[in-house]
């Protein structure tokens, strides 16, 4: 797995990583790649490294085609709001 933010989970396989957490997120990701789509947004909570806390996460994921493989992408609507609210206030006020 390749991971930016998390670097402890650099090279990890979310099926074989050993945290239930992460194989949770795994199957979840699984079940969700193998309906007829192939593809489909996702929403559970994660560690937000910004905030340090459990936070509700949105990420898209798909599988690649002939393989075992999942590419997902996510953000933290915390993290969105959290940029957006200052600017809104100002344009308030």
Known sequence: MLNSVRQEL???SY???GST???N???TMMKVVKNDSNT???EYRW???DAEKLELKLSYVKAVPNSDWIIGSGFYPAD???ALEPKWFKMLN
Do not use: H, Q, W
Request: proline fraction near 5%.
């Open 10 to 12: 650099v090279g990890l």
């Open 25 to 27: 997120l795994y199957k």
């Open 40 to 42: 489909d947004f996702i």
């Open 15 to 17: 099926r074989d990583s």
């Open 80 to 82: 969105v709001k959290r």
């Open 21 to 23: 957490a992460v194989t």
């Open 47 to 49: 560690l937000n490294p």
